[in-house]
């Protein structure tokens, strides 16, 4: 059961689901509207919604009051920890994903923004300290978890 869930307004719900899913590992809990899903990953809930018009039934992703219309991009992210991050890039690259930046060590984890379909961020790291890990054991060694923690 997921304890948290992030929003994700994309542009088109159906190539994000087949990101999400295909390249990070997460499983499709429902698609009943080309405008929405709900995907999962561990603790993760990820909800993606397509901008709608003010009269659609969907409510996450309907135009503010003043008319500004929602849209995908930004810098908050959410992060996922990979055991062999260059491994992971190198896969994601053959797989023709878009990243904004080279890998960059810092503090407690080396990190590279990843960037889906649409634009939106998630952060891959691999912790280089004990205490940047989000579990006492490492994720798999080839990249995402093939069983996220919790599923």
Known sequence: MSTV????IVN????????????LVFTTLM?????????SRGDLRLVL???????HPGGGSRPMPDGTRQQPGGWNRFMIEV???????????AAGAHFRNEI?????????LLED??????ELFEPV????????????ADGPPASPPGA
């Open 12 to 23: 088109d719900v159906d190539a994000a689901i087949a990101f999400y899913v295909d390249h």
């Open 83 to 93: 055991a062999d991050l260059a491994g992971t890039v190198d896969r994601l690259k």
């Open 129 to 140: 300290r004990p205490e940047a890990r989000l579990t006492a054991s490492p994720a798999a």
């Open 104 to 112: 960059v060590t810092g503090i407690g984890t080396k990190q590279i």
């Open 5 to 8: 869930s992030v929003r994700y």
């Open 49 to 55: 919604v397509s901008p709608v018009p003010a009269g």
């Open 117 to 122: 379909p649409s634009g939106n961020v998630v």
């Open 31 to 39: 698609h009943p509207d080309p405008a929405f899903a709900m995907l």
